[in-house]
């Protein structure tokens, strides 16, 4: 096996959000704290500051609003990702999101690190090594960091189904903002999400191995910063209704 191959395989990966998807890294995610559809701030408090980048978005207040509860459903849902002639997927454990008046006003979720897979590698045995690779403190440390968090912070709809989504994303505690398109469809008892393809630069979590930008060395063995990602949900309605 070729070593320029093995890290032509390792590298992409560590964009992910993946989760995607997938709470912020303020406490309110750890806490389980929710972030509501409120304004955008840029201020942030002096613990805010030294836990969070200051290009992050942080939604600062809480307006509790009533509504109807809707959670993922885990084996139906996945955030994946895409680099140049490699895809796969990444899980999400568990998430909510709140509807009022037909509107989503809140979303919080939680990704499943461990459960990175990559699917278009038919060796099993080079597929053990990209994925155990990835889960080593070289990547995404996921015995230190086994979850990543999405927060939703605020939908804006562009058209009849359509929307531009705000979030904080949280990878091996650091958060940064995403926005990317999507199309959601919301119904009485089920909710889908399918989000259009979006960038994102893995180095903003600090995932800097191989990256032209951070590292002087051969330049066979660095590769692009940004890695495409989809994000893919079915949310169905809580039996209770109201929060």
């Known amino acids: 096996m070729k070593k320029s191959y093995i890290y032509s395989l390792i590298i992409w990966l560590p964009a992910l959000i993946i989760v995607a998807v997938v709470s912020c890294n303020q406490p309110a ?3 389980n704290k929710e972030i509501n559809n409120t304004d955008l701030s840029d201020s942030l408090t002096a613990n805010e500051e030294e836990n969070i980048h200051l290009d992050s978005i942080i939604s600062i207040t809480n307006n509790n609003t009533q509504g109807d509860v809707y959670e993922v459903n885990c084996k139906e849902s996945s955030i994946n990702w895409y680099c140049v002639t490699h895809t796969g997927y990444v899980k999400i454990k568990e998430g909510t999101v709140l509807v009022a008046d037909g509107n989503i006003v809140d979303g919080n979720f939680t990704i499943c690190m461990d459960s990175i897979e990559d699917v278009d590698i038919d060796y099993q045995l080079m597929k053990d090594v990209l994925v155990n690779t990835l889960k080593s403190a070289d ?29 904080n994303l949280t990878i091996k505690d650091v958060t940064r903002q995403v926005r990317f398109n999507s199309n ?40 692009t910063d940004f890695v495409d990602i989809q994000i893919s949900l079915q949310l169905q309605k809580s039996p209770t209704e109201s929060k």
């Open 184 to 223: 959601i469809q919301i119904n009485d008892s089920l909710i889908l999400v399918e989000s259009d393809r979006f960038q994102i630069n893995r180095t903003k979590w600090g995932l800097t191995l191989y990256s032209g930008n951070f590292e002087q060395t051969d330049k066979s063995f660095l590769f």
């Open 139 to 167: 990547f995404f440390d996921i015995t230190k960091y086994p979850l990543g968090y999405f927060n939703l912070v605020r939908l804006t709809k562009t058209s009849n189904k359509d929307y531009e989504v705000v979030g």
């Open 29 to 31: 995610n750890k806490n």
